[in-house]
């Protein structure tokens, strides 16, 4: 007869032999078994926890994947924040990164940089106590994510239990979930002999795979992660250094990038970054750059951080990427305000790994610029990895057969005469709130990210609910009910709860964000914000004059009045309320106005801005009393350099007149809350 404790003997041995040949396998890279004995050590414990049920413990390799999905993902509130990173654009910001962090540290010695490749992933928060992992998270907006807790415990690069024992006891490790190229593509090949639909690049497929409510999907995915940081460090003790740290996480059992390297300075940061430049084809997962971190941990804690950015750290993106299509239509869109924009239609391009399809013009006065017409050749340009934009036209190219684009003169949403007031670049639908497709970008503005962030209220179920008939503005939404959502086409019972949820949720904002959310124009984040924190409440916004809406830093005459003819509007004035009444509420403080400490200098602006418009990097300057110039002179205080800043920036500097990056320039925006 076996006795049990043999039994308890047995298991424990399968399971440290299972975990240790993961470790090599995963994170070690350095397999000493075949798959096939693998498989023999993972069915003998599976096969005895099967009999001996009451064995089973939450940490064994047999429980990565649980049974029962969940109903939807809970809320973490990350003990430290998980901040995001500064970006350089070129070498040049490499170099003013390491000036910084010498002139802060008042050293002339060069500084030693943990590099590691940036993987283009979804970051996610572990944490462990006493070695076991107990928590997954994701990022979210850096203070609260949501608990993936079973998901992740279905990536087999991720140890459910660390090796060793001079681990701290309560210890969060952060890193990077990424989509191996070779599964997506295998993952992709597999849906295509099923005649499912495949999924457009490994980011977007592992951002999702990482939500699914059902870990079993999750686990068929076959996710990787990277660990590159740490966290929350509680009863125990890690090395002085970053590097150091990379290399104990590796012997605990997690994986780390292995071409992680130290490199001394910006020269050897830059020399780093060619490196990985010339393998980024050759790996087995997507990444958009690399990162510089200071390597000694006492000076990261020196160095500190801004509000979401640590100045010991820095993202250096590659170059964007481009590609040649064909223009095979323009399609006009009207906008929220009556805006008439041109959309291009193009040949279907991957451009840094996303298949573009749609890319938008601006207006008619872009399409002269470009000479473009349809038919054309184009060059498509990816700034920042992020938006897409016609650079240029091939014209040499051109075929013979090409149009010339010209604006409709009735308004494709409702038939309604289109106008060019005056001098302004933009053509209007004449129609107002009596035209369709305004109604729709009025509810879709109201409810995206920036504004209420009503989570799963997107375009197309807008359209839906506006056609129904079911919504005719912003505070319609509020009045819905699960018995008429559920009549929409691909609307079940279980998201008709799920949207009523989070209509609710969206009520509590902030009086930024209201204002932003009623779709003003000309009022953009940066002027909502001004005017909040100038009125702090509704009614004494209600009252302004245009005179004294006038005197707030970022707004002159004419947002002044429009500001006030939107609010004096009975339309407008009925909505808001109609809004208020619906529970929407945000917190109420005194008003102030904002502190102008910038107030007498003169700031110019040069260069292409990734992060955010060049207009509203001129008006949050100017809410904090800056003078925003068009040209550099003795009497210009600072000029803000973007990418390709040219001849204005030459000329800054050999009048000795401070540069700031787009990274400094945010830093300092936030630090002024401006």
Known sequence: MVEKADIVAEIERLRNAINHHNSLYHSQDTPEISDAEFDLL??????????????????????????????????????????????????????????????????????????EPKIDGVAVSLLYEDGKLVRGATRGDGTTGEDITQNVRTIESIPLRLSGTDYPRRLEVRGEVYFPRSAFKRMNELALAKGDRTFANPRNAGAGSLRQLDARMTAERKLSMFCYSVGLVSDGDLPARHSEILARFKSWGLKINPLVAVATGAAGCVGFFANILTQREGLDYDIDGVVFKVDRMDLQQTLGVLTRTPRWAIAHKFPPEEGITVLKNVEFQVGRTGAITPVARVEPVQVGGVTISNVTLHNMDEVERLNLMIGDSVVIHRAGDVIPKVVSVLV??????????????????????????????????????????QRKERIRHFASRLALDIDGLGEKLVEQLVEADLIENSADLFQLSKVELITLDRMGEKSAINLLAALIKSKQTTFSKFIYALGIEEVGESTARALALHFGDLSPLWAATPEELQSIPDIGPIVAQKIHSFLEEDSNRKLIEALVASGIRWEIFESKNIVQVLAEQIWVITGTLSS????????????????VSGSVSQKTSCVVAGDAAGSKLTKAQSLGIPVMGEGELLAFLEQHNA
Request: hydrophobic share 35%; net charge negative.
């Open 42 to 115: 993972f069915r003998a414990l599976k096969e005895l926890e099967t009999e001996y049920p009451e064995l089973i413990s939450e940490d064994s390799p047999t429980q990565r994947v649980g049974a029962t999905p969940l109903t939807a993902h809970t809320q973490v509130a990350h003990e430290l924040p998980m901040l995001s990173l500064d970006n350089a654009f070129n070498e040049d910001d490499v170099v003013d990164f390491e000036r910084r962090i010498r002139a802060r540290l008042q050293t002339d010695d060069p500084i030693e940089f943990a590099c």
């Open 612 to 627: 955010l418009t060049r207009n509203d990097a001129k008006a949050r300057l100017q809410s904090l009393g800056a003078k």
């Open 396 to 437: 040499q190219k051109r075929p013979d057969d090409a149009r010339e684009i010209s604006l409709p003169t009735a308004c494709p949403a409702c038939g309604s005469e289109i106008v060019r007031v005056g001098d302004e670049v933009i053509s209007k639908c004449v129609a107002g709130k009596d035209c369709p497709g």
